[in-house]
Every structure is written in structure tokens, then in C-alpha cells.
């Protein structure tokens, strides 16, 4: 105990680690009595080996035992993390009122270790966990005093990432994080949060990682990353006073948030780097697809044998690694169709050269009794689509009508739109029509009068008027539209200024995992988001840069982060914008001063 005296001088290890574990918690130390209250009290440490701060620790057979006053579990074996990290995780075993813990290969000789058990154990009775302690000990004659915080997030949401693993290397190549496990490592807690304590003064390279297969070494095919794009230094000494330190409950919002971070890494996933086709399908008579392992395929030419070019019709997904494919002829097709197609492959040598590839694609074969005519579907003799129109968005979107097939004949001069008033007295009004530029099959009628309440508002296709490639025509329809006449609802107004680039507005949920209404500015606006029930909302705002209306991840090799994204935050510091019950509420936000 003299070495144990030299880090907390005259005072009981027992009460020094339980007052550490349970700075800023109001849990009541007293063992309740047999037959009383539900035991809600997490376990404490009360003997160490090594003792905390302990030097040259034998590197082989090292063992570390954790003693707690009362019996307990492993919840978590994956949250027993050694830091810098072995090739295989640490192994335990229980040991009375403790836990054994032990390494397949030796330690490093001359350097600083630290174990971690945070969110790894509880008592094995009512399963209360033990907010988590963090072991320090050398092989060396000393112990590094150096530390660094931080966050990682999500990069398109924001919000904050548990259990991502926060790597820093002294080797700055590029390929390090891929090769060889990282020189110090931690686990982050339920608000993101890191602390890499007891590390060098040194220089080094961050990293974080979504570890699948917990190797503590990036597999981009799997995993997520993130990066810091610069070197740097650690500035903080440890003083385990730090609330950066401490280890909180994580329903202890006020002091989990108070804790100061020096990094701020946002997590990706990167778009594969190797080119080549890796899945085809003929999904009808006419149609196929073929998809490529990586976005934005080069492709010099395509065609299909016996068919004319002119009669092959071809459209990519919005990030072009998925190709879709129609032959405009409506005889019957040959089993087989030999489709060829030149494009830039991956080579061996990691090389994009061009290559010719022939693909069959066979005819999907038809189930048992799709002769009989009472299977046939509307698919089988129509060309089918869809015609909609929500209330809350037909001002913003129009009225999308949306094709099964591509169409080789229109008249879209032959639809009607009509409108009753509240009286009922009937008009007919122009629109326009605007093909998609991502979607060849789906068309876009907006009306040209404005859109007032109370009124309907009625969109008619006639029967015959579009033809597919299968040589199909339409049935008639019609649809009906109103906007919203809930005198609760209320709206928002965005006034935007300071806009000096491209940018993508969303107005999410409360959660922030559905868009509900979307637009893309490049000049000062005001933006306009009616019909919105009671509830809370959040604004999320993405520099394009490229300018392609999409959100484009990063590529670590290229230290290209993930375009940036920021939350609206109001004054008191959230980002949920909280609408209440038939309000007009308006908005102003500075976009230069959010990215600046």
C-alpha cells in the first residue's frame, strides 16, 4: 500500500475509488437490510492489482485483478478494453468477488497501458451496473501523463456514436490504420464521448471506427471512419480531478454534456474504391439491371446483341453504380440476352483500364399456372403507373406521375386539370410539365394557378394516351387534392441569408431519421414549410460543395472529409425547434456564420 499512497495519500482505496466512480451521483451507499428495498447500488472496487499508477509491470503472464465488494458479472466482455490494444482481446475469468483478467501474447516493455471497464460489469444479483474505472499501469520506469477528448458523430445526423473506437498513431502513413493496431485506443460512452488519458507527448494521427470485427484496424469494405485532418499534439495533462476523468452515470445529462472535447470526428462510410460489375438481374422480358461495386461507373459503350442501339433505352441511379436497362420493342424477346458493355475496370494492379464485358441475361422464368388467364395481372396488358399528390406538399411538389416502363409515346396535352371552389362552381386550369432529371420514368405536373384552401383540385389521365416499351397503353385515372384545412396546423419560415455556396435544407422528425420536406438553395431565400402538426423539428443544413444536390461522403486515403452538415441550434443551445398549435413562426439563420 506505500506505492498505492504515493496517488491518493492516506486515504482507503475502498472509499477513495467508490467517491471517484460516484463523484456527482446521489446513489445511497448503505447496503439496504435482508427483505427491504430493491438493491439499486452499483458494485465498488475495493483492491486493485496492480495497484493504480504501478511501474514496470512484468510483460508476460501480466495478470489484473479487479476485487468489488460484492459478487459480480461480466455484462460486457468486448467493454474490458486494453489500451494500446494486443492482436486478441483480454481474457477473464471470475474470482470470488472479482475479476481475473489475463493476455494471450506479452506485453510491450517501456510503455504506459490502460484497461477500461467501462460498461462491463454489474452485480451479479440485481445486475447494477459499475459506472466503469480506468486502470493505469507502465512496463516501464514511468507513467505517461498526457490526455485528449472528444466526440465522435454520425456525419449526416449528428448525433452521437457509441461503442466507435478512437484510434492515434505515431506512424503517420497513410496506411497505418489499415496495417497495424493504433498506439493508444478507447471505446466511446452513450454521448460519443472519449477520453484518451495517459498517452506520450507526442505527435500523432486520429482516427475513429465503427470495428466490426474489433481487430483495432480499419476494413473499409465493413467498417465506418473518421479522421482528423491534421496532426497534432496532446495539451492536457491528467489530474484525475478533470471532470473529463470522471466517470458518470449516463442518465447525468448536466455532467455527461459539461465534459470540455478538444476532437470532434464525424463518422462515414466510404464508397468502395474498386470498379467492377458485381450483380445483374433480367427482371422482365425487356428489362434488366446491372450494378457496379463503386459509385460514378465509367462506361464507354453498351449494347445487345441482335438488338438495335437506337432501341436500347438506359438510365443510372443518382450516384451511377446502378444501371438500368430496357429494350423498346414490344416482340417477343430470346431467352437469353447477351449484353455487352465497355467501362473502367479495376485492374490488378488497382488500375481503372477499359474492358469489355459480355453479361447473359437470362429470361426470369414464369411459376406454375401464369398461363391460365385469370393470373394475369394489370402489369401483364397495361402500362402502368402511379399518379399522387399529398396535401401538405402539392404547393412544393405538384402532382408526380410515375411510370412502371419507360414510355415511348405521350400526350400529355390530353390531361385535364380542373378545380371546384368552396362553392362549388368548377374551372380548368393550365399546368406544365417537367420530366425528372434523375428518373426517366417519372414526370412532374404542376399547376400554374396558386393553390388555395377550400378548394379541390382534381388531376385526370384519359385512357390510351401513353405508351411503354412493352407496346402497352394506360387506363384512365384521376386524382384528387386538397390542401389541409386543419385550423391546427401551423407553419414555419426559413429566412436564409448569408448564402455563398450551394446547400441542401431538410426539415426532419424529432429524431432526426425522416426527411419531411427537402429543397436546394444557392442564394439568400425564404423558405416556406406550411401545414406542420404540434411537435418538435429539427433544421439540417448540408454544403454541396460539388453542387450535385447530393450528400457525398469522405474518402480517407484522398483526406477528403464527408461534406459538412450542421443543425440549426437555437439560443438556448438545442437544436429541436418546438411548434405548437396554430403558430406562424418564422426563423432566421446566417448559413455563413454556421459553416464558418
Known amino acids: 500500500m506505500k506505492r498505492l499512497s504515493r496517488y491518493i495519500p492516506a486515504i482507503p482505496i475502498a472509499l477513495v475509488l467508490g467517491s471517484m466512480i460516484f463523484s456527482h451521483s446521489c446513489a445511497n451507499t448503505t447496503t439496504p437490510p435482508s427483505g427491504g428495498p430493491k438493491d439499486t447500488i452499483p458494485p465498488i472496487i475495493t483492491k486493485l492489482f496492480p495497484e493504480p499508477g504501478a511501474v514496470n509491470v512484468p510483460t508476460s503472464k501480466t495478470k489484473l485483478y479487479l476485487v468489488f465488494n460484492e459478487y459480480v458479472t ?9 489500451s494500446p490494444p494486443l492482436e486478441k482481446m483480454p481474457k477473464f475469468r471470475l474470482k470470488g468477488k472479482g475479476v481475473l483478467i489475463s493476455f494471450e501474447s506479452d506485453l510491450d516493455s ?108 480499419y476494413d473499409p469494405e465493413t467498417e465506418k471512419v473518421a479522421f482528423i485532418d491534421t496532426l497534432f499534439t496532446p495539451l492536457t495533462v491528467v489530474n484525475d480531478s478533470l471532470p473529463e476523468l470522471q466517470k458518470y452515470d449516463m442518465k447525468d445529462t448536466i455532467n455527461c454534456l459539461a465534459r470540455k472535447t478538444e476532437m470532434e470526428l ?15 438481374e433480367r427482371v422482365g422480358e425487356r428489362t434488366a439491371y446491372i450494378t457496379f461495386m463503386a459509385p460514378y461507373a465509367q462506361i464507354d459503350s453498351l449494347w445487345i446483341k441482335g438488338v438495335p442501339k437506337d432501341r436500347i433505352i438506359t438510365q443510372f441511379n443518382i450516384v451511377q453504380d446502378s444501371l438500368e436497362i430496357w429494350v423498346n420493342d414490344p416482340k417477343k424477346q430470346p431467352d437469353t440476352l447477351f449484353l455487352n458493355v465497355t467501362y473502367m475496370k479495376t485492374d ?98 404542376r399547376p400554374e394557378v396558386q393553390l388555395q384552401p377550400g378548394y379541390e383540385y382534381y388531376l385526370k389521365v384519359p385512357h390510351r394516351k401513353f405508351k411503354d416499351v412493352n407496346g402497352f397503353y394506360n387506363d384512365s385515372t384521376e386524382v384528387k387534392v386538397s390542401l389541409p384545412n386543419d385550423d391546427k396546423l401551423s407553419s414555419m419560415s426559413l429566412v436564409l441569408s448569408g448564402v455563398q455556396n450551394k446547400y441542401i435544407i431538410d426539415l426532419l422528425n424529432e429524431k432526426r431519421d425522416k426527411t419531411l420536406r427537402s429543397y436546394i438553395i444557392d442564394k439568400d431565400q425564404t423558405l416556406l414549410f406550411p401545414y406542420l402538426k404540434a411537435g418538435k423539428y429539427s433544421i439540417r443544413i448540408t454544403e454541396d460543395l460539388n453542387r450535385n444536390g447530393l450528400v457525398d461522403t469522405g474518402i480517407l486515403l484522398e483526406h477528403k472529409q464527408p461534406e459538412k452538415v450542421r443543425f440549426y441550434k437555437l439560443e438556448d443551445g ?15 439563420i446566417d448559413i455563413s456564420e454556421m459553416f464558418r
Open 574 to 588: 438545442t437544436f429541436l425547434i418546438d411548434i405548437p398549435e396554430m403558430t406562424e413562426i418564422e426563423q432566421s
Open 348 to 445: 490488378t494492379l488497382g488500375l481503372l483500364n477499359p474492358f469489355t464485358e459480355e453479361i447473359p441475361l437470362v429470361k426470369p422464368k414464369k411459376g406454375p399456372g401464369k398461363s391460365s388467364t385469370k393470373d394475369i395481372k394489370k402489369e401483364d396488358t397495361t402500362a402502368v403507373f402511379t399518379l399522387t399528390a399529398k396535401p401538405e406538399t402539392v404547393e412544393q411538389y405538384g402532382f408526380e406521375m410515375e411510370f412502371k416502363y419507360p414510355v415511348v409515346e405521350s400526350a400529355f396535352d390530353s390531361l385535364t386539370f380542373r378545380y371546384l371552389n368552396p362553392r362549388q362552381q368548377e374551372s380548368v386550369g393550365k399546368y406544365t410539365v417537367t420530366q425528372d432529371t434523375l428518373n426517366l420514368r417519372k414526370y412532374v405536373i
Open 74 to 82: 461480466v455484462k460486457d466482455p468486448k467493454s474490458l478494453y486494453l
Open 266 to 280: 464525424n463518422l462515414f462510410k466510404e464508397k468502395p474504391s474498386k470498379q467492377m460489375i458485381v450483380n445483374k
Open 110 to 217: 517501456n510503455k504506459t497501458y490502460t484497461l477500461d471497464v467501462t460498461n462491463a460489469i454489474a452485480d451479479n444479483n440485481e445486475g447494477n451496473m459499475f459506472p466503469g474505472y480506468t486502470l493505469v499501469f507502465s512496463t516501464g520506469d514511468r507513467i505517461d501523463s498526457m490526455m485528449v477528448t472528444g466526440i465522435v458523430q454520425d456525419c449526416n445526423t449528428l448525433q452521437p456514436v457509441k461503442g466507435a473506437t478512437v484510434m492515434l498513431y505515431k506512424d503517420h502513413a497513410d496506411s497505418a490504420i489499415f496495417l497495424k493496431r493504433p498506439d493508444a485506443a478507447i471505446k466511446t460512452d452513450e454521448w460519443g464521448f472519449f477520453c484518451l488519458r495517459n498517452i506520450q507527448d507526442t505527435v500523432y494521427r486520429m482516427y475513429a471506427i465503427w470495428d466490426e470485427n474489433n481487430n483495432n484496424k
